[in-house]
């Protein structure tokens, strides 16, 4: 696709065949829906709740798959919301060592 917006799409594209490109982009997708979720919304749940909580997230992840296969920059924007959210979270940790210090 030539005219696609997301860099990994075009990565991906170029270096895998056309048959698993569906799963891979859903396995890529679904560890950083995970991680952002993790960094950043994650709250303790009991384990019943929070496997439900995965497992909705992953059956989300099957319909948003859907636009990073058209080219959109979904897995571009979850790159980076991981990386601001991991961020955040480091310098909120050492923010709150200093605190104890």
């Not at 990994?8 to 679904?30: G, K, M, P, Q, T």
């Not at 997230?57 to 959109?72: D, H, P, R, T």
């Not at 955040?88 to 200093?98: I, M, N, P, T």
Request: proline share 2%; aromatic share 14%.
């Amino acid at each position: 696709m030539e005219n696609s917006f997301s860099l990994v799409y075009e990565l991906i594209v170029n270096y895998r065949d056309s048959i698993n490109i569906y799963w891979v982009f859903y396995v890529i997708n679904l560890i950083l829906a995970g991680i952002a979720y993790k960094l950043g919304f994650a709250k303790d749940l009991p384990v019943l709740k929070s496997v439900l909580v995965y497992m909705m997230l992953a059956a989300g992840m099957l319909i948003l798959n859907l636009f990073s296969m058209v080219g959109y920059p979904i897995t571009d924007s979850l790159v980076v919301i991981c990386l601001v959210l991991g961020i955040y979270r480091y310098r909120l940790h050492r923010e709150r060592k200093a605190k104890q210090a």
